[in-house]
């Protein structure tokens, strides 16, 4: 994994490195302005991809919210998006100590400690939502910690990244068959394995399942991973604490539904367990992810040119549609 650090960097691969470590001299609420301020420039332009992306996604999942606070819930999300990878490079280009000092609150430290006591390995579901990559300092200091990573298309992120990571108690292995190999060894060796359980996978590695009541493709590796090694499960997510510069680190336990031998009541409970997290913040979540391009019954979700085409009702097709006046 640390092949990139061998490469030579092209001028604008060394631009982004040298961008991040400057953005990473930067204090942290310089560093939410910018992102509030980003945020807002960006929803002036819809048609831009994560503004255009984050209002149909929002459109979708809230139906019952009217435009107008919809799009007031795309222009925090934006903003929070912004923050989250400013943030992101703060993180990075500080020491471990730093991120670990950040963490001001703890809530469910109890259900963290009883997983890793059980000796069996712990699973952490780490939803995007938040910043989680303030998590793994905290995380690292109490496990040894295994983590997919897929390489950027800039080897100077990449490099940034990776040079940051090296500094946790971290094992980063590939998105592919190996590294899932490697999941599966490190939770039988009663390690700790954290996975993003929100992305869209290859058809072969998921199953349609439910995602506020909307059947799309997810993934089922989190379930198999407890499947095959009856591991400890929790969930962890880290959001802004409003009264102070610092985050509040949350450990949860996943819905009930998430431990059945049958992998799609298994999948919609990894579903609904991320759902509950989104929805006691709606904006911090990274909505600008193309989370429903493998929907069966609802088409051109993401296409610009056209609304979407519903298979069967939605309410929240009256986003895209007129209602006709009664006359």
């Known amino acids: 994994m640390n092949e990139t650090a061998s ?32 945020g807002n420039w960006a929803h002036i332009l819809p048609q831009v991809t994560p ?7 929002l459109y979708l999942c809230f139906p019952e919210k009217s435009k107008k606070e919809l799009d007031q819930l795309c222009v925090q999300s934006l903003q929070s998006n912004a923050m989250t990878f400013l943030e992101f490079a703060k993180c990075w280009g500080m020491p471990p100590q730093y991120s ?23 699973l952490a579901l780490v939803p995007h939502f938040g910043n989680w990559e303030f998590m793994n300092a905290w995380t690292a200091q109490y496990a040894h910690l295994t983590v997919m990573y897929k390489p950027t298309k800039e080897p100077g992120v990449d490099l940034f990244v990776l040079e940051a990571r090296s500094r946790l108690n971290a094992e ?24 993003l359980p929100d992305h869209v996978p290859q058809p072969k590695g998921g199953v349609s399942a ?3 009541g909307i059947e799309t493709l ?3 590796l989190a379930s198999r991973l407890w ?19 610092g985050f509040e680190l949350v450990i949860e336990e996943a819905d009930p539904a998430f431990f059945s031998e049958d992998i799609k009541e298994s999948v919609t409970g990894m579903n609904r367990t991320i759902e509950r997290v989104i929805r006691t913040s709606p904006a ?8 429903f391009k493998s929907c069966s019954h609802i088409h051109n979700i993401y296409d610009r040119s056209h609304p979407p085409q519903f298979d069967a009702e939605h309410p929240g097709k009256r986003h895209f549609y007129r209602t006709p006046s009664a006359k």
Not at 7 to 34: C, G, K, N, T, W
Not at 185 to 190: D, Y
Not at 228 to 245: E, G, N, Q, S
């Open 7 to 38: 490469l030579p960097l092209s001028l604008i691969d060394r631009f982004y490195l040298l961008l991040l470590r400057l953005i990473a001299r930067l204090p942290i609420p310089v560093l939410q302005a910018l992102g509030r301020l980003i």
């Open 51 to 57: 503004v255009f992306v984050t209002r149909r996604n």
């Open 100 to 122: 670990i000092e950040k963490i001001v609150k703890v809530r469910g430290e109890e259900i963290f400690r009883n997983a890793l006591a059980q000796g069996c390995g712990t």
């Open 172 to 195: 980063l292995v590939p998105t592919d068959d190996s590294g899932v190999r490697s999941l599966l060894r490190a939770l039988k060796r009663n390690g700790f394995v954290a996975v």
């Open 210 to 212: 439910p995602f506020f």
């Open 218 to 220: 997810s993934t089922v």
């Open 227 to 245: 499947q095959r090694t009856h591991c400890a499960v929790i969930v962890m997510y880290a959001r802004r604490c409003p009264d102070t510069i």
């Open 284 to 291: 911090d979540y990274q909505w600008a992810y193309r989370r």
